[in-house]
Structure formats: structure tokens, C-alpha cells
């Protein structure tokens, strides 16, 4: 089995995401910084799929997101296992979907909070359970065909806070749980920096984020290796 991580960090000086995966993975893997236009030819090697977040909005239409969006389709199509994150999360569904089902978000939720599970899952446990995990996002998942999907998580900013294809290891996971509470800390120091140099009027935003109750997000490692351990077959 081998991973392969969609890297659509814009700036590695602010977004880390390849640290925060590479502590996750027991199998080998192999990253593209496709929001670089960075892709690989041929993905028939791969059994598991990370599409990272971004510090991009997913309703601007970039040129290289095309490509990205061709390529996360097919991986789905081939049955491999895939898991998108916050922009990742964002990408699989408008893949799949089309731009109808997301948008920006009314209410934005920057810092940690906990991810109600509302339905029981491979990777997320039993419905009731409350996870802790990070959150940095503007736009969001809005709507999603009940037919196909499942949804797993809310919370009381976000309704599609993760998703499921129903019958496929295919999942959709809004918050950053990937992310602990140092490096997280740190991240907010980073687009703190970056917003008071630009003069972004998000860096009221950024700074309550990182002043808000930080929560370990200690379930994640279960998550991962439940994920690692779907198996796969490599296509020819």
C-alpha cells in the first residue's frame, strides 16, 4: 500500500500540511504541491488518497484546481480510499458534485471546537461522540445528495462537518484534526503575522482564534490508522 498527498498549501512559510500528515502515516507516501500545478502522471500505484487544506477559497476557480478535480474524481472511481480536509473536504465534494454544493460560510469558525457525530462510522466511531479537533475555514460544504452521501459530523456553525460516500472509503472532513495544539497555535502565529503585514481584515478573526480553549484532538490517531488499514487493491 502506498499514500499520496495532494498538498494545496499556497504559502509553506503559513500552511505546513505535509508535517502535519507525514506523523499520521505508518505506510510509505509520495506528495504534490498541487495548488503548484504539481501532479502525478499516473496514480494506479496509490491505494490512499489526502487532498490537504489551502489557504485558497474553493469558490475561486484556479487554474490548476481542474486538473486536481479530474484527478480526485478518478481516485474515486477506481475505489480507492480517500480523505479530503478542510479545503481537501471542500474539493472531493465539487468534484464529485459540481460547484452547486459549496459556498462561502455564514459563520466562518476559526479555533478549536468539537465535532458532533451524528451517525455511527468506520473512522469516527459511535453517533453521540464529541471530538475535538481544529477549525480554519470561510467556505464550507453546503449541500450534499442524501442518496449518495452520508452525513457524519456537525456542529452548531458547520452542518457537513464530515461526509461519507455511502458504500465507498471515501470521506469528507471539514475541521483539521491533523493539526495538534502546538503546531495549531503556531499556524495562527503565522497567518497573524501574515494578516498584520497585508493588513487583512481577518486579523481580528485570527487573533481570537488563537486565544480560544485549545483541544488536543487524541482521537485522530485511531481515525488514521481504522483508515490505513481499509484495504485497497493497486490498479494495473
Excluded at 28 to 48: K, M, V
Excluded at 59 to 65: A, L, P, Q, S, Y
Amino acid at each position: 500500500m502506498r499514500a499520496l498527498i495532494l498538498d494545496n498549501a499556497i504559502d509553506h512559510d503559513v500552511y505546513k500540511p505535509i508535517g502535519h500528515w507525514k506523523k499520521f502515516l505508518k505506510m510509505p507516501f509520495d506528495s504534490f504541491h498541487a495548488s503548484a500545478g504539481e501532479l502525478p502522471g499516473d496514480i494506479s500505484q496509490y491505494t490512499h488518497i489526502i487532498i490537504t487544506g489551502s489557504e485558497d477559497s474553493i469558490t475561486e476557480e484556479r487554474g490548476w484546481i481542474g486538473a486536481e478535480e479530474l484527478l480526485v474524481k478518478k481516485a474515486v472511481e477506481d475505489g480507492k480510499a480517500v480523505l479530503g480536509s478542510c479545503y481537501g473536504h471542500q474539493l472531493l465534494a465539487k468534484s464529485l458534485f459540481g460547484k452547486k454544493v459549496v459556498g462561502k460560510s455564514e459563520t466562518p469558525e476559526l479555533g478549536w471546537d468539537y465535532l458532533e457525530v451524528i451517525r455511527n462510522d468506520q473512522l469516527f466511531g459511535d453517533a453521540g461522540n464529541l471530538l475535538p479537533a481544529l477549525l480554519i475555514h470561510f467556505d464550507e460544504v453546503k449541500d450534499l445528495p442524501e442518496d449518495y452521501v452520508d452525513v457524519i459530523s456537525t456542529t452548531k456553525g458547520c452542518r457537513i462537518q464530515a461526509f461519507k460516500l455511502k458504500g465507498l472509503p471515501v470521506w469528507g472532513v471539514q475541521s483539521h484534526p491533523e493539526i495538534d495544539v502546538k503546531e495549531g497555535q503556531a499556524t495562527f502565529e503565522r497567518m497573524i503575522a501574515k494578516a498584520e503585514k497585508e493588513n487583512s481584515p481577518r486579523l481580528n478573526l485570527f487573533l481570537k482564534a488563537r486565544d480560544s480553549v485549545p483541544k488536543e484532538a487524541g482521537w485522530f490517531d485511531g481515525f488514521m490508522k481504522k483508515f490505513q488499514e481499509i484495504s485497497v487493491s493497486i490498479s494495473s
